[in-house]
C-alpha cells in the first residue's frame, strides 16, 4: 500500500446512475455479477461493504460471515467495489471468507442497481462515526487497515431476498457506522434465530 493509495480512497469516486434502493415487496436487481434469484433457489442476504480496509465494513463481513457458517441453507454473498487484488488481500486479512461469498464490483453497477451512491462528509466524518471507529477498535480490535483501493464515499447497505428473488429486508447505511443486524435479514427469509 502507498501513501497514493490512500489519498486516493478519500477523493470522490466517478460518478454514475443510481437507481432506487429496492424496496421491500419487489424484486431484486439482477446482474450477471449477483443473480436474483440464485440458480440454487435459496435465500440470500447481500451485505454491499465500505471500502476494504474500514472498520465497519470489516465488523460488517465478520458478521455476516458468523452467520452464514450457522445457517447453510441460505447464500449469503459480500459485494467489494476495492479491486480484486485489494479485496482478496483484504480477505485474508481479516480471516478468509468461510462460508459467504465475495464479489468484486469495481465498477460499482451493481451498488447503483441497488440504489448505493456516494455518501456525504457527515456520513463519513460525523462525530459520532469517528467515535465508533474508536470504540470499536477499542471493544472488538478491528482498526483501520490499508485502503489500496476503493472509495471512503461509497455506501453500504444490506439486503434479504427470498428464493423467488423478493426483496425482504433493506437496510441503507445512513452513517459510516450504521451497521446492518442480520439477525433481522435472516428473521425477514424465515430464518428467525
Not at 464479489?103 to 442497481?113: F, G, H, L, P, W
Not at 477499542?138 to 455506501?155: A, F, H, L, V, Y
Not at 433493506?170 to 442480520?182: E, G, Q
Amino acid at each position: 500500500m502507498t501513501f497514493q493509495q490512500e489519498l486516493r480512497s478519500w477523493m470522490s469516486p466517478t460518478a454514475i446512475t443510481t437507481s432506487p434502493a429496492p424496496e421491500v415487496g419487489v424484486k431484486a436487481p439482477s446482474s450477471s455479477k449477483l443473480l436474483m434469484p440464485n440458480a440454487n433457489g435459496k435465500p440470500t442476504v447481500v451485505l454491499f461493504l465500505r471500502h476494504c480496509g474500514c472498520p465497519f465494513a470489516e465488523k460488517s463481513f465478520k458478521d455476516l460471515r458468523n452467520y452464514a457458517n450457522k445457517n447453510k441453507d441460505v447464500n449469503f454473498v459480500a459485494v467489494s467495489h476495492s479491486d480484486l487484488e485489494a479485496t482478496e488481500k483484504w480477505v485474508i486479512a481479516v480471516g478468509g471468507e468461510w462460508e459467504a461469498k465475495v464479489i468484486v464490483d469495481s465498477d460499482r453497477e451493481t451498488y447503483a442497481q441497488w440504489g448505493l451512491g456516494v455518501s456525504s462528509a457527515w456520513h463519513v466524518l460525523s462525530p459520532w462515526s469517528m467515535y465508533s471507529v474508536y470504540k470499536l477498535g477499542k471493544q472488538d480490535g478491528i482498526w483501520n487497515k490499508p485502503t489500496e483501493s476503493g472509495s471512503r464515499w461509497q455506501t453500504s447497505g444490506s439486503f434479504a431476498v427470498d428464493g423467488n428473488g423478493v426483496v425482504k429486508w433493506a437496510r441503507i447505511s445512513k452513517t459510516a457506522d450504521d451497521l446492518p443486524d442480520f439477525r433481522e435479514a435472516l428473521n425477514s427469509i424465515g430464518f428467525g434465530i
